[in-house]
């Protein structure tokens, strides 16, 4: 038997695809992505977990994930590339992902346990799964149809990733290890993901209005509804780490599915009775 959760909404603002979400413990302050619009955006829990927007970063075109080092500035994946966003606001380009007016771009990333950083890619030709070492990508993935959400387990030694039109979360020993099959998702399609301190994963299934939380063997063991159709991606908040944010968007919903889930493109959050693991900064000397 499943529990039952209900997320409520956090924020008064709607994006139009809203992604990505990060938890910076130093700071005590959260921050997501809203990707067609090019804009990172930070944010602070607020009572009743509410969160509210305190600063926006903007860039020429698409953002698809944002990562954070210890000392505050930020890692940006960019339409094709990776910026370094300094804490005075410099920015520097640091490495190419995709060729040059790729006809896809970034999608979701996220920073392993030794500091580095991971994010894919969708809509071109052939989607891949990259990891930012030693100044440049290593491919971890070349096959995907759409790279999506990222997570390790507790003690960092297996790795989840998404596909999101084969709708399959796969698994695998890291950072070494052949890639198997973990569970598929039938109503919707799997999106952001993350892991609590028990090892559960916790995954956004866009389409479907839900997070799923799944043990490490993949069985479902919770959902949490949110009332917007397409759930993008969710992270542990706040000091204890017991506030899951889920991202939500309104791309690609009608007029008629905007009115009866106003909520869509929101932040929601809700508590769901365990614990986040802390998000490692990622370090740029890796």
Same mark, same amino acid.
């Given at each position: 038997?499943?529990?039952?959760?209900?997320?409520?909404?956090?924020?008064?603002?709607?994006? !139009?695809? +809203?992604?990505?979400?990060?938890?910076?413990?130093?700071?005590?302050?959260?921050?997501?992505?809203?990707?067609?619009?090019?804009?990172?955006?930070?944010?602070?829990?607020?009572?009743?977990?509410?969160?509210?927007?305190?600063?926006?970063?903007?860039?020429?075109?698409?953002?698809?994930?944002?990562?954070?080092?210890?000392?505050?500035?930020?890692?940006?994946?960019?339409?094709?590339?990776?910026?370094?966003?300094?804490?005075? +606001?410099?920015?520097?380009?640091?490495?190419?992902?995709?060729?040059? +007016?790729?006809?896809?771009?970034?999608?979701?990333?996220?920073?392993?346990?030794?500091?580095? !950083?991971?994010?894919?890619?969708?809509?071109?030709?052939?989607?891949?799964?990259?990891?930012?070492?030693?100044?440049?990508?290593t491919t971890v993935d070349d096959d995907l149809t759409?790279?999506?959400?990222?997570?390790?387990?507790?003690?960092?030694?297996?790795?989840?990733?998404?596909?999101?039109?084969?709708?399959?979360?796969?698994?695998?020993?890291?950072?070494?290890?052949?890639?198997?099959?973990?569970?598929?998702?039938?109503?919707?399609?799997?999106?952001?993901?993350?892991?609590?301190?028990?090892?559960?994963?916790?995954?956004?299934?866009?389409?479907?209005?839900?997070?799923?939380?799944?043990?490490?063997?993949?069985?479902?063991?919770?959902?949490?509804?949110?009332?917007?159709?397409?759930?993008?991606?969710?992270?542990?908040?706040?000091?204890?780490?017991?506030?899951?944010?889920?991202?939500?968007?309104?791309?690609?919903?009608?007029?008629?599915?905007?009115?009866?889930?106003?909520?869509?493109?929101?932040? !929601?959050?809700?508590?769901?009775?365990?614990?986040?693991?802390?998000?490692?900064?990622?370090?740029?000397?890796?």
């Open positions: 038997m499943t529990t039952g959760h209900t997320a409520r909404p956090a924020t008064d603002a709607a994006y !139009f695809l +809203g992604e990505g979400p990060v938890w910076d413990a130093g700071r005590q302050r959260l921050l997501w992505v809203d990707i067609m619009a090019g804009d990172v955006h930070e944010g602070r829990l607020g009572d009743h977990d509410r969160v509210e927007p305190v600063r926006t970063w903007s860039f020429e075109q698409s953002v698809g994930a944002v990562a954070v080092a210890e000392n505050g500035g930020l890692l940006v994946a960019e339409r094709e590339t990776l910026t370094r966003v300094d804490a005075d +606001g410099g920015r520097t380009h640091l490495a190419r992902v995709l060729p040059p +007016g790729s006809p896809g771009r970034l999608n979701d990333g996220a920073v392993d346990p030794s500091g580095r !950083f991971l994010v894919g890619s969708l809509g071109g030709d052939r989607e891949v799964l990259v990891r930012f070492e030693d100044g440049g990508c759409l790279s999506n959400g990222l997570a390790w387990s507790p003690s960092g030694d297996r790795f989840y990733s998404v596909d999101t039109l084969t709708r399959t979360i796969y698994v695998r020993d890291y950072p070494v290890g052949e890639r198997s099959v973990l569970f598929t998702v039938d109503d919707g399609y799997p999106d952001g993901l993350c892991a609590d301190a028990d090892g559960n994963l916790w995954l956004a299934v866009w389409g479907g209005g839900r997070v799923e939380c799944r043990s490490p063997a993949g069985e479902l063991l919770a959902v949490v509804e949110v009332d917007a159709p397409h759930t993008s991606s969710v992270a542990f908040a706040g000091p204890e780490l017991d506030v899951l944010v889920i991202t939500t968007a309104t791309q690609d919903l009608t007029a008629a599915d905007l009115a009866a889930h106003p909520s869509s493109g929101r932040l !929601f959050t809700a508590r769901v009775g365990v614990a986040g693991l802390l998000t490692p900064y990622w370090n740029p000397g890796l």
